[in-house]
């Protein structure tokens, strides 16, 4: 089994930044991919920012040039450096350990809040 806890979120006014924070640790070794989702009220939960094994990233476009996803030396730490917030960006964020065959995990979020 693999646990996920996330934080770093809390209330920021536009324009301003986060960072947010996951760690996986369990019993299961070799993450592939660690990914960022978000879900709004009323909106379906969607990806964020994505980091594969080997560095790669992918984001959504609405925060592409605004967000950075990095991982740790250790690979089950990763982090979401996110600049330039918009009141658009409110949502609960969650983490998740994507082992691929073997099964993904989720943390159970943190609240970002965008708003002056």
């Known amino acids: 089994q693999v646990h996920v806890v996330e934080s770093g979120g809390g209330l920021v006014q536009p324009g301003g930044s986060l960072r947010l924070s996951c760690a996986a640790s369990?019993?299961?070794?070799?993450?592939?991919?660690m990914h960022w989702y978000r879900q709004a009220p009323g909106n379906q939960r969607g990806v964020v920012a994505s980091i594969s094994s080997s560095g790669r990233t992918t984001y959504a476009d609405s925060v592409k040039g605004r967000f950075t996803i990095s991982r740790a030396t250790a690979k089950n730490t990763v982090y979401l450096r996110m600049n330039s917030l918009k009141p658009e960006d409110t949502a609960v964020y969650y983490c998740?350990?994507?082992?691929?065959?073997?099964?993904?995990?989720w943390g159970q979020g943190t609240q970002v809040t965008v708003s002056s």
């Open positions: 998740n350990a994507d082992y691929g065959s073997r099964g993904d995990f």
């Open positions: 369990g019993s299961i070794s070799g993450i592939y991919t």
